[in-house]
């Protein structure tokens, strides 16, 4: 799929930080999902995103999906040191209703300082 | 949330060796798999899409003799790389849609070193 523009690429931060990180694309998704994935292991996911305008919150994260259906930003609120780990979004529209390919971000490598 | 697994999680091989990977959804069935190829400190790279009861379907450049997708049930997906070579080390992560397929679940993936 195509590949999704996600900033930052990186980022330090002070435990007890807020975070956000947003992806955007030029093609309308109907879908956005936010997954983190630590070093040897797969992507798990953190929040599913499923209409414009909505705003998700799963636990210290908040997620939502841009109005125009080309964006979405993550948020993480009062950082801890598990925390750390690389942020991936993706974006899913179904050209037809057996199309469930992933366009993906590049990714945010998020460390956190003690 | 449903549950995807991976065997094995890492495996070494000789250079020219065949290995099969398999995928799992546990707890759902998956008419449809995905399979990724990561490298370090990349993002995922779609490889194929795995369908049950038929042919896969493989992204542009990616070799279908070399790496070969049988999705012989609903619940179970296999890669198998043949042939392996060492450019073919990398991180093998396979996904499962869940619930009419708007939500992704990925397995835990395999490490493939073949020396």
């Known amino acids: 799929g195509q590949q999704l523009n996600q900033s930052p690429q990186s980022m330090f931060i002070q435990e007890g930080e807020d975070v956000s990180m947003n992806c955007t694309s030029s093609s309308i998704f109907n879908t956005w999902l936010w997954y983190k994935q630590d070093p040897g292991e797969g992507p798990v996911l953190l929040i599913a995103l499923y209409k414009a305008g909505e705003l998700t919150s799963n636990g210290r994260l908040t997620a939502q999906f841009g109005i125009t259906r080309k964006d979405s930003f993550l948020n993480i609120s009062a950082s801890i040191p598990s925390d750390v780990g690389i942020y991936f979004c993706?974006?899913?529209?179904?050209?037809?209703?057996?199309?469930?390919?992933?366009?993906f971000g590049a990714g945010t490598t998020v460390t956190v300082r003690a | 949330g449903a549950v995807v697994s991976q065997h094995p999680s890492w495996v070494i091989c000789k250079s020219g060796t065949s290995v099969k990977i398999e995928c799992r959804s546990l707890d759902f069935q998956a008419t449809t798999m995905f399979w990724y190829r990561q490298f370090p400190k990349q993002s995922l790279m779609l490889m194929a899409t795995s369908n049950e009861g038929s042919k896969a379907t493989y992204e542009q450049g990616v070799e279908k003799d070399k790496f070969l997708i049988n999705h012989a049930s609903l619940t179970l997906s296999t890669l198998t790389v043949t042939s392996a070579h060492p450019e073919d080390s990398s991180f093998y992560i396979c996904?499962?849609?869940?619930?009419?397929?708007?939500?992704?679940?990925f397995g835990p993936g395999t490490r493939l070193t073949v020396l």
């Open positions: 996904s499962a849609p869940w619930r009419g397929g708007y939500t992704q679940y």
């Open positions: 993706a974006g899913q529209s179904p050209k037809s209703s057996n199309d469930y390919k992933l366009s």
